[in-house]
């Protein structure tokens, strides 16, 4: 009987050995679901801090460039002051002073022989007299064009101001997606 006890002991000790190799197939097999889980964790949380950080860095930029806009502007702004008082309190006297505005205030157009005066004896083919036009007072004199005239410039400058900014606001947006895309591209490589 000695015998059988050992076969049978035996063939428990196999059968114990076989469920314990089951046993280390299966946490093997866990163990490497575990890694392969871990290490994707790892790689997610790296594309997350990357991310995080490309944002954190778009986000500076942005402000960067918003306080950099904000301080152009203001000093756009304090060019434009400075500038448009002095044209916009200038009357009209450019345009008197002019060749047009010094033959208008000493009688008219005098030199029959300027391209700007009437040829000589077209006054009597016209029916009129050759006598010099009374020179008009200046309060009638004029016109819609006079009273624009001093805001012409301030206003051609503020256009052209505008359009430099927005010229450099939309230069600055492309570079800034075209830096984004790098990175984004960067990092896709990178991870793979």
């Known amino acids: 009987m000695g015998t059988y006890d050992l076969e049978k002991e035996i063939y428990r000790i196999l059968q114990d050995l076989s469920?314990?190799?089951?046993?280390?197939?299966?946490l093997r097999s866990e163990y490497i679901n575990l890694n392969d889980e871990n290490r994707r964790l790892k790689v997610e949380n790296f594309k997350l801090v990357s991310k995080n950080a490309c944002t954190e860095i778009?986000?500076?930029?942005?402000?960067?460039?918003?306080?950099?806009?904000?301080e152009e502007v203001k000093s756009?702004?304090?060019?434009?002051?400075?500038?448009?008082?002095?044209?916009?309190?200038?009357?009209?006297?450019?345009?008197?002073?002019?060749?047009?505005?010094?033959r208008m205030k000493h009688g008219g157009?005098?030199?029959s022989g300027s391209p700007l005066g009437p040829p000589s004896g077209a006054s009597s083919l016209i029916g009129?007299?050759?006598?010099?036009?009374?020179?008009?007072?200046?309060?009638?004199?004029?016109?819609?064009?006079?009273?624009?005239?001093?805001y012409i410039l301030p206003i051609s400058i503020i256009v052209f101001l505008l359009i430099v900014i927005m010229w450099f606001i939309m230069l600055k947006k492309l570079r800034n997606t075209?830096?984004?895309?790098?990175?984004?591209?960067?990092?896709?490589?990178?991870?793979?």
Do not use: C
């Open 109 to 111: 157009l005098e030199d």
């Open 58 to 70: 778009s986000l500076a930029k942005a402000e960067a460039d918003n306080f950099a806009k904000s």
């Open 178 to 192: 075209q830096e984004t895309a790098e990175q984004y591209i960067q990092a896709r490589d990178w991870h793979f």
């Open 76 to 102: 756009l702004q304090s060019v434009i002051n400075l500038l448009a008082p002095e044209y916009s309190n200038r009357s009209d006297s450019h345009v008197k002073s002019g060749p047009i505005g010094a």
């Open 128 to 150: 009129t007299s050759e006598a010099p036009m009374e020179p008009k007072s200046s309060v009638d004199s004029k016109t819609g064009l006079d009273e624009f005239l001093p």
């Open 19 to 26: 469920k314990i190799r089951g046993y280390n197939a299966r």
